[in-house]
């Protein structure tokens, strides 16, 4: 007698940048009903509180993405319904791709749920004030998995083209001269005066806002947990917010 294999679930679930009344009602009840909870210590440590005694949790402190994707996938294909958390949104610079990439590759018929996240671009920009109100652009400055001549190829394009620019991982304790280099790059084609907001740890204890601007700000405190935003040419700053104009003002006045 042959028994066909009882699928499970993998959600791939968006914890958003720290604080727990930004996670989403349905994130949070993804990670309550699943038998088995997976993820990085430190976006775990940020759900605690919605765990049961009663669930399973697979923390890896070491275990590589791929390694930790790979056990998801493996343990939903026994039939478990499995939470594989990721902090902001699952499907930026995350793990939902990676998962989608491995059912491809291992022909896993498990049911994958993609579980959307407040992701660090959103909740840096309203801690800044409103400074993706125009078309930007992100860029992880990792260059760990992309070769970093692709990732200045597209420094340059989003500078020459007036993005507002969102700088994903700008540095590490290991990576720290590609920031520098992104913000020679964006001096090519901005002003020096163009203002730059730098949140460290959004929504997190530890939270840290600075605005500056592209002269001064590689004497800010920047660190793996830091999203840092490039003002367009039009971008202003007003009081202690960073604001890029939609165009409403220049269209119809504001009266
Ligand atoms: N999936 C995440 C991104 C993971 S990449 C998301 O959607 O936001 C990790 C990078 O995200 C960090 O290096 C940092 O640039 C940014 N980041 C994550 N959480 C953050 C937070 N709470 N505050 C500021 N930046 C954060």
């Known amino acids: 007698m042959t028994t066909t294999p009882k699928n499970g679930t993998l959600a791939v679930v968006g914890t958003g940048p720290g604080a727990a009344d930004l996670i989403t009602p349905r994130a949070r009840q993804c990670i309550e009903q699943a038998d088995i909870v997976v993820g990085y210590k430190t976006y775990l440590d940020l759900v605690t509180d919605f765990i049961a005694p009663h669930q399973e949790v697979l923390s890896s402190a070491m275990m590589q993405e791929i ?27 995350a793990m939902a791709g990676l998962v989608y990439e491995l059912v491809k590759e291992t022909s896993s018929s498990s049911r994958i749920e993609i579980i959307p996240g407040i992701a660090a671009l959103n909740s840096c920009a309203a801690i800044l004030g409103a400074p993706l109100m125009h078309d930007f652009a992100a860029i992880s400055l990792s260059d760990l998995m992309t070769p970093w001549q692709v990732i200045e190829k597209r420094l340059q394009a989003v500078a020459m083209a007036d993005f507002v620019t969102v700088l994903y991982n700008p540095k590490s304790k290991k990576r720290t001269t590609q920031i520098v280099r992104a913000r020679e790059i964006m001096l090519e084609h901005r002003d020096a005066a163009t203002p730059v907001g730098i949140v460290s740890g959004a929504t997190r204890a530890h939270e840290t806002v600075c605005l500056t601007s592209l ?11 830091t999203t840092v935003i490039i003002g367009n040419s039009a971008t202003f700053i007003s009081g202690d917010k960073m604001v890029t104009p939609r165009g409403y003002t220049a269209k119809y006045g504001l009266k």
């Open 215 to 225: 002269a001064d700000m590689l004497d800010e405190e920047i660190g793996m947990q």
């Open 67 to 93: 390694e930790r994707c790979r056990r998801a996938l493996v343990l939903a294909d026994e039939g478990k319904q499995v939470a594989l958390v990721c902090g902001g949104d699952p499907g930026i610079y």
